[in-house]
């Protein structure tokens, strides 16, 4: 079968469903990774329905791998900070599966990029290519890397390359993301120190006094490891990054004044990582010919929704429903314009959605967001 040939910059976990969802539709797919192989860095990516749904449809051996090694919140709670009076309580699990089609799945990202990689042949993935110079081609696109090497005659090349996307500033000019103001916490404790706290088995979001703070926690690694991300403002820190450590006492400083039950989740801590969290704008396009661009690299927000993840397993699934069938260059520039009219108006909505973290803090309706379903919801007629 005739097919596009794609790269893919990034091996992230938009690059990575993006590599199996084209190559599931019979495409020849490369993926380009800076690192020398897969880390297993950050701990927990917590998957709404919507991005489970999508995940589901990239193969039953990812959903059974994912569902192995994940947690299944029972609930999604919020509480107030300091009274710890219950604003709201959403059943996940069983009923949100009825609801969405898919429940709520809390996984270690390490066990989910391991899910994602072992479903795509490993010969396809190159490490240590860091992408530094796109140049267009007759009929397709080049990239070359920093080791001198260089992929050719590309038909399509995605870029899911993160916040500081080389791609994206090939197709728009260099533009470095803005701190927030706001770090985040990261800290993983054996749920048997917290099992006397209540509803450990859900996902509880403890609202601060001012927006930037709060504490969740829920369970990971199949429930038997309780995550814990607190965010707070602070000007003083922009270092960027999944494994440098922060300080448990510092931690316990911010949250002084919480209620008892948040506060006996940091003190069960050891240690905590610590990181800035950057942003940017949404864009008014995501594709430029044979150029285009997903997740982080294309919309990276704050994770006050917790849909990083998940709306770059979404734009991986249009992006590979608008490719399908399609076995000609000339075909493409229209195709992923198609992908970016799909994809655009929800992923920017929720990008700034995020950045007020107001999200279900007392109730609503979640069906916007977590009742999407990125292989049915129609497509634009083609250009
Ligand atoms: P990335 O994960 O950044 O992957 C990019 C990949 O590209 C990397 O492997 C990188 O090495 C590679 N790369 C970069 N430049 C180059 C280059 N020049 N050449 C080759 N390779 C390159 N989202 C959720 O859905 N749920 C959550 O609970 C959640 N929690 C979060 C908590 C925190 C603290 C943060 C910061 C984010 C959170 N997110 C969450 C967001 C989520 O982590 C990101 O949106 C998601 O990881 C983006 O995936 P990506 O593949 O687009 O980019």
């Not at 006397?196 to 450990?200: K, T």
């Given at each position: 079968m005739a097919a596009l040939r794609i790269g893919i910059v990034g091996a992230g976990i938009g690059g990575l469903a993006a590599a199996n969802a084209l190559h599931r539709g019979g495409h020849d797919v490369t993926v380009f990774e800076q690192s020398q192989r897969f880390l297993r860095v950050g701990a927990d990516i917590n998957l709404t329905p919507n991005a489970v749904r999508a995940l589901d449809g990239l193969g039953e051996g990812i959903a059974q791998a994912v569902r192995a090694s994940a947690a299944r919140p029972t609930h999604r709670i919020s509480r107030t900070w300091d009274t710890g009076e219950e604003t709201s309580r959403l059943p996940m699990g069983d009923q949100a599966e009825r609801q969405y089609g898919a429940p709520q799945l809390t996984i270690h990202r390490a066990d989910l990029l391991a899910a994602l990689a072992e479903a795509?042949?490993?010969?396809r993935v190159r490490f240590a290519t860091r992408a530094q110079l796109i140049e267009p081609q007759a009929g397709g696109v080049a990239v070359r890397f920093a080791d001198d090497s260089e992929a050719t005659q590309l038909d399509v090349l995605v870029g899911a390359d993160g916040i500081h996307s080389v791609v994206r500033s090939a197709m728009f000019g260099a533009e470095r993301p803005r701190f927030t103001g706001v770090v985040a916490f990261r800290a993983v404790v054996p749920t048997e120190r917290v099992k006397?706290?209540?509803?450990?088995a859900a996902f509880t979001k403890w609202w601060g006094p001012n927006p930037e703070s709060q504490i969740v926690t829920f369970p990971l690694n199949q429930g038997r490891d309780t995550f814990i991300f607190a965010t707070t403002a602070q000007d003083s820190w922009h270092e960027e990054s999944w494994t440098t450590p922060g300080s448990v006492d510092e931690l316990r400083g911010f949250y002084a004044g919480f209620h008892p039950d948040a506060r006996a989740l940091l003190d069960a801590c050891d240690t905590v990582l610590k990181t800035a969290l950057y942003e940017r704008d949404p864009l008014p396009h995501w594709a430029q010919g044979p150029l285009v661009l997903l997740g982080d690299a294309c919309h990276p927000m704050m994770p006050f929704m917790a849909q990083g993840a998940g709306t770059a397993i979404e734009d991986a699934v249009v992006l590979s429903r608008c490719l399908a069938g399609l076995a000609s260059a000339a075909e493409v520039p229209a195709a992923l314009r198609r992908y970016e009219a799909m994809r655009r108006e929800r992923a920017s909505q929720i990008q700034v959605g995020s950045r007020g973290n107001n999200w279900l803090r007392a109730g609503g309706n979640a069906d916007w967001v977590y009742g999407y379903d990125a292989w049915g919801v129609p497509l634009p007629a083609a250009a």
């Open positions: 795509f042949p490993a010969q006397h706290l209540p509803d450990i």
